[in-house]
């Protein structure tokens, strides 16, 4: 039987095979998806038909479109069977079919098309295990540029959109919405589509969990930090937000100025008044750390949660870390110590599963989709991790209604005991390509003694540099690269030989802390950071950064070196953004 690969090939019977444009062509799309779906699962047509949103109804269509034309072309690339193929775009129809069930589902229906709910630690807060990220939806950054500062100057239809999301997200039981002062314009447009859901009955104050984050200096009081949660409040429209995070909390100097900040008070001082006045109920942080920075804040016991990451290939800027080579320590401290855990960017910086790679998708497929592999991996940590530590809650950035589908599907996938098993099977293969590709020994002890940018003599990000040679070979993650290289590529080009490592640092500012270390010098000697390494892997880190450097440096690429020529492995087989998002359009 091979009912859903006959459809795909009829679908798409009118895209050529070498139209490497044919993806982003959204109308050519919507016409392989629509003659899929009226194959497969025509009650999707029938339920995006009648949707009161346009644009999401055909967002969704275009979505459909691309992954079954990625899905012929790399099978056929690959030789894949045709029983293969046709395994995986039956995961795509029963997606679909799960999708018409969500969106014709009104809110009086069971709560099984309802994101599932868990503890959020200390807070005893009930947290729906998906939450809506709000740093993608807003009309511009407010970092030149367009400038935002009121909602008359905000376009209808980034406004209508951002309604649309929080319309959805609600629908679907994503009740938890997480903001930053940092994000632009986005609490300013948020308090206005909460007020429009909240006057109209579609929403109530008291049935949401509301999150915003607000940064920290060195020259901020505790009451400056008082009237920056207040000016979060009137952006919003609120009188207070159930969790608060200190945003950012990146080096030692952001530790000193929360808690030992000398003659001058400690940040800290300001929470508990801000709780007595009833502004915020839990204390956060949010950090993009090292991880033996993100442990000093945990181990004050000053804080009820924290947002970091930690994601199956990795833990983003804490790569390379600790015993393990990343964050999974720290998430086991949240457990000891009974904390809220929220996961950063799990389809942004936990791998670019929105745009996976040929190879990264192969290795989930049949089973799973990137996106919902990625999450299920996280939400079921708690069942496989040696200590049972548990995640809480993964976010969403959201620049439409659409982008919450897949992980709110994802989410209604847990209640059937074969997720577990099909979690493990994948598992199982990432784990086998990884030895595959590296090496047992090497999968083991690659981070052993390798120093990240705080301890390299020349500032550089080793741990994170060689985690990205790691995942780039065994699981063809090149434009993740790309994207994670760019600051260091950047801090790199700023480094000045003549100062100090300190004196380097301190004029590199603070986007410094937040994506921290320089790139590959290729002609530089790295020994010297080495030295700490085992013996016999320090040649080959070496050959690493240079891959790394050769892979993803715009230096590299711009010099038409042979090597980066991308086996079709690498390139990436699906791009699940329609259209730009607003912020990116500023």
């Not at 009740?175 to 206005?192: D, L, V």
């Not at 109209?200 to 930090?225: H, Y």
């Not at 099909?422 to 047992?440: D, F, H, Q, Y």
């Not at 030295?531 to 016999?536: A, D, G, I, L, R």
Request: with cysteine.
């Amino acid at each position: 039987m091979t009912k859903f690969y006959n459809a795909a090939k009829e679908a798409a019977a009118g895209v050529a095979d070498d139209d490497k444009d044919a993806l982003n062509n959204n109308d050519e799309m919507k016409e392989v998806a629509t003659t899929f779906l009226s194959l497969v699962c025509p009650e999707l047509i029938e339920v995006l038909n009648q949707h009161d949103d346009g644009i999401s109804a055909s967002d969704r269509l275009v979505k459909v479109g691309r992954n079954i034309v990625a899905t012929l072309r790399y099978g056929s690339y690959k030789d894949e069977s045709v029983a293969s193929m046709d395994q995986s775009l039956e995961t795509l129809a029963s997606e679909c079919t799960a999708l018409a069930k969500l969106l014709g589902s009104n809110n009086n229906d069971s709560s099984k098309c309802k994101v599932p709910k868990v503890r959020f630690g200390k807070t005893e807060l009930q947290m729906p295990i998906l939450t809506m990220g709000c740093m993608r939806f807003q009309q511009t950054w407010n970092r030149g540029g367009r400038t935002v500062d009121n909602i008359d100057q905000v376009d209808a239809d980034c406004q209508d959109n951002l309604v649309h999301i929080l319309k959805h997200a609600i629908h679907c039981g994503v009740t938890h919405i997480e903001n930053a002062k940092a994000y632009g314009c986005s609490e300013i447009q948020m308090g206005a589509a909460l007020k429009t859901l909240f006057e109209s009955g579609q929403a109530k104050r008291e049935d949401l969990i509301i999150q915003t984050k607000g940064g920290i200096s060195s020259n901020m009081t505790p009451q400056g930090l008082k009237d920056q949660v207040q000016e979060s409040l009137t952006k919003l429209q609120l009188d207070y937000v159930d969790l608060f995070s200190l945003h950012g909390m990146n080096d030692e100097d952001h530790y000193k100025w929360v808690f030992d900040n000398g003659e001058k008070d400690n940040l800290i001082d300001a929470i508990a008044e801000l709780k007595a006045e009833g502004k915020i109920r839990h204390l956060g942080f949010s950090t993009h750390a090292a991880g033996p920075v993100i442990s000093k804040f945990l181990n004050t016991d000053a804080f009820a949660y924290v947002n970091m990451h930690y994601h199956f290939e990795g833990s983003y800027t804490a790569s390379g870390d600790g015993m393990y080579g990343g964050n999974l320590e720290n998430v086991r401290l949240c457990h000891e110590k009974d904390m809220g855990l929220f996961i950063i960017s799990p389809f942004d910086k936990g791998g670019r599963l929105y745009a996976p790679s040929n190879k990264l998708r192969s290795l989930t497929l049949p089973e799973f989709e990137p996106i919902t592999y990625g999450s299920i991996w996280l939400w079921q940590h708690g069942q496989f991790d040696a200590q049972q530590a548990p995640i809480h809650t993964i976010v969403c950035g959201a620049a439409r209604p659409s982008d919450l589908d897949q992980p709110v599907l994802a989410s209604l996938l847990l209640s059937n005991p074969e997720t577990a098993k099909k979690r493990a099977i994948v598992s199982a293969r990432l784990e086998a390509a990884m030895n595959e590709a590296l090496g047992e020994e090497w999968v083991r002890t690659w981070h052993v003694g390798l120093p990240n940018c705080t301890d390299s003599k020349y500032g550089t990000q080793h741990g994170n540099l060689v985690w990205l040679n790691n995942v780039i070979k065994a699981f063809g993650l090149v434009d993740f690269g790309k994207d994670r290289y760019g600051p260091w590529e950047s801090f790199l080009s700023k480094w000045d030989d003549t100062k100090t490592k300190e004196e380097n640092i301190k004029a590199m500012g603070p986007g410094w802390s937040w994506m921290a270390g320089c790139g590959v010098d290729p002609t530089t000697d790295y020994s010297v950071d080495l030295v700490n390494c085992p013996e016999e892997n320090r040649e080959r880190l070496k050959e690493a950064l240079l891959f790394t450097y050769q892979m993803c440096s715009k230096a590299a690429s711009d010099s038409a070196n042979p090597s980066t020529i991308l086996p079709t492995e690498y390139e990436t087989a699906y791009d699940m953004r329609p259209w730009t998002a607003f912020p990116e359009r500023s």
